[in-house]
């Protein structure tokens, strides 16, 4: 198996603030409304789109999007609960299979890393997850945290139906977001001598 080295460890640390970052950033959109949370959603989508295959470029190993998946849910069972950690373990790890042909591959090949970016993305569903079980309990937390209108207007929108749809909508736009870094690294970073894919 192809396995991590510290040089590796040094581009999943940077490349995983880098992700975060951007998925932080354009979350922010939310506080206009409940309504903006899938638009910063697919926004987010598309540019890490491109984060994360220069990322699977640089890193095209077993363990990559694992151990970003585990940070990220970390990070944000900060503000959500624990089904982050749990989804960002399990779509890393997914992803990773996908991406490293289980830890065989020794560069990236853009299909795979398409469809594991797509994969891995899922995982953006999770803060929601407790919408199936307790929503009482979570709408009453949102209230709390943001106002008993916006926590109102939120229930109406993410339906359990909804949740569902949009997890499909996440893998479909992180194909996109995946085929626009796709693009990036052949225009600017391939031909630079950047990175190698296959």
Known sequence: MNTLKVRDLVNVGVFTVIYFIVTYATGMLGMFGPWMIPI???????LNGIVIMLYLSRVPKFGALTI??????????????YWTIIMGILCGVIADLIQSKAGRAKTLEPRRGQLAYAVFSVWGVSPLIPVFY?????????AESWSADYAADMRTIFQPWVIVVWAVVI???ALIGAQLGIRSNRKHFERAGVIKTS
């Not at 910063?40 to 598309?46: D, K, S």
């Not at 970003?68 to 609960?81: C, E, Y």
């Open 134 to 142: 307790d929503a009482d309990s979570y709408f009453s937390k949102i």
């Open 40 to 46: 910063a959603g697919a926004f987010a989508l598309l």
């Open 68 to 81: 970003t998946g585990l940070l990220i849910g970390i990070v944000m069972s900060v503000g959500h609960s």
């Open 171 to 173: 893998f479909l736009i």
